[in-house]
């Protein structure tokens, strides 16, 4: 919005500054401060390359498994992350999403079992390890994952699916 003085000009944070015609104004302005890049040879700017190819082979692969391009997200997700990437929960979960769209039970549930080491309280995925333990007809397994989930949070979407 604007004030109702002609001299003075007030934006919303969604707005851009206007850019003056004229400046009858004869106060100086702060001169813009330059922003700050990082160094070459600081090692700051280092690591930006190997977050862009690892977020890059992460989105290929999640991208394959939309797809229900399984066997290819998999190879991606086995063969271009290193173990410190493969070896989360969120990675676990995809895999185990993979392996249970082929039909592969038994490995969706050590993909599921391994997201469970990795992350206790994550919640997401447990209703595919629900379905691969009931395909698997694991029962004990399935009633022990059900009281898991109800214990943790018995409101949550996936306790709902696995009871």
Not at 54 to 70: D, E, F, I, P, V
Not at 79 to 96: A, D, E, I, K, Y
Not at 146 to 161: G, L
């Amino acid at each position: 919005f604007r004030s109702s003085d002609p001299n003075t000009t007030t934006t919303t944070p969604l707005e851009e500054e206007p850019t003056p015609h004229h400046h009858l104004d004869t106060q100086s302005q702060p001169e813009p401060q330059p922003q700050t890049q990082p160094q070459q040879g600081t090692g700051e700017d280092k690591g930006i390359p190997q977050v862009l190819s690892l977020l890059s082979t992460l989105g290929h692969a999640y991208h394959l498994l939309c797809q229900y391009r399984c066997k290819q997200s998999l190879h991606i997700f086995h063969t271009h992350l290193p173990p410190s990437q493969f070896q989360t929960g969120w990675v676990q979960h995809q895999v185990g999403k993979s392996y249970f769209e082929m039909a592969n039970y038994a490995h969706a549930k050590k993909a599921f079992e391994r997201m469970i080491q990795y992350e206790p309280h994550r919640m997401s995925g447990l209703e595919v390890l629900s379905t691969a333990l009931w395909h698997l007809k694991k029962e004990v397994e399935l009633c022990a994952l059900a009281q898991r989930c109800v214990d943790f949070d018995r409101n949550s979407p996936e306790s709902w699916c696995v009871v």
